[in-house]
């Protein structure tokens, strides 16, 4: 593990392996950069980086103001850093879960810097479908996250973190997919040392907890849609986002494939590893125009 040039203060703590065309890859919640540890396996002909974001794993945690240092503009600041920090030349630029956030935000405002995108829900298009009330008690956490007192109970007490992380690592995995229990250990670990759950629950903080945010979200004129080639790996067992909210893609992406993966929960990069392998050096060996 090495860190990066600090911007807005924070350096990003990452992990880079192999030779050949660049990849950079970004990691959920709750989770860190061990996300990718299958995947970067069968990427052995790639030049990989993958960081922790900002507030997660070993990056800095800083209690800065969350609406300003921990949205996703700020941590794609951090992206961007990297990226030119290490001379990386138009990487593929591969999103799971909050990742998947921080790489379209990167898309959008320097898309001269990715060669093509490859994501994981959430993605653009969800819309009023939240407030469905078979859907609404799958986002309890988006609220809970930003209060408080998920700090107080949660923070720096590893048997409160245990449980709460087990959660969902249990119930938005496919059924029949269990974490491994080392991997589990290091999450806890992690998330259990003072003041990183809170930092983790930064991202939250910043707005992406607020409903009315993702319910303002609106499709942008044609000539302002994602115009980096895009692949988005859409699993089939998320009970967050069912493959029906895969409808509106083509509103936000000039460029989009769409591959949906039954039998796969939230958890693309680890549950469904060669699949998310796949992708990444398809896209990057594709022959469609760049932006």
């Known amino acids: 593990m090495v860190f990066s040039v600090a911007v807005d203060g924070f350096r990003l703590a990452y992990e880079r392996t192999g030779v050949g065309d660049p990849v950079l890859l970004l990691h959920g919640w709750p989770g860190d950069r061990s996300d990718y540890r299958d995947v970067v396996a069968l990427l052995p002909d790639h030049d990989v980086v993958v960081p922790d974001l900002r507030g997660f794993g070993g990056s800095d945690k800083h209690p800065a ?44 405002q320097r898309p001269d810097l990715v060669r093509a995108l490859v994501l994981t829900p959430p993605l653009p298009g969800i819309g009023d479908r939240l407030l469905a009330p078979d859907v609404q008690p799958e986002f309890w956490y988006l609220p809970f996250n930003r209060l408080p007192l998920a700090s107080e109970l949660l923070d720096g007490r590893p048997d409160a973190v245990r449980a709460f992380l087990r959660h969902f690592w249990s119930h938005w995995s496919a059924p029949g997919f269990t974490l491994p229990e080392e991997h589990f250990d290091h999450l806890v670990a992690g998330y259990a040392e003072p003041g990183a759950f809170t930092a983790a629950l930064g991202w939250y903080r910043a707005g992406i907890g607020r409903l009315g945010q993702v319910l303002a979200e609106r499709a942008p004129e044609p000539r302002l849609r994602i115009r980096v080639a895009t692949t988005v790996l859409w699993p089939g067992c998320d009970p967050l986002f069912p493959p029906a909210w895969s409808d509106r893609l083509g509103d936000f992406f000039a460029d989009v494939r769409l591959e949906h993966l039954p039998g796969v929960g939230h958890f693309v990069p680890l549950e469904a590893p060669p699949a998310f392998a796949a992708a990444v050096t398809g896209a990057g060996s594709a022959t469609r125009p760049a932006s």
Do not use: F, K, M, N
């Open 65 to 108: 103001d969350p609406g300003t240092q921990y949205d996703a503009d700020a941590q794609a600041r951090s992206i961007i850093g990297l990226i030119t920090e290490l001379g990386l030349d138009r990487p593929v630029l591969a999103g799971h879960d909050i990742g998947s956030r921080v790489a379209q935000v990167v898309a959008r």
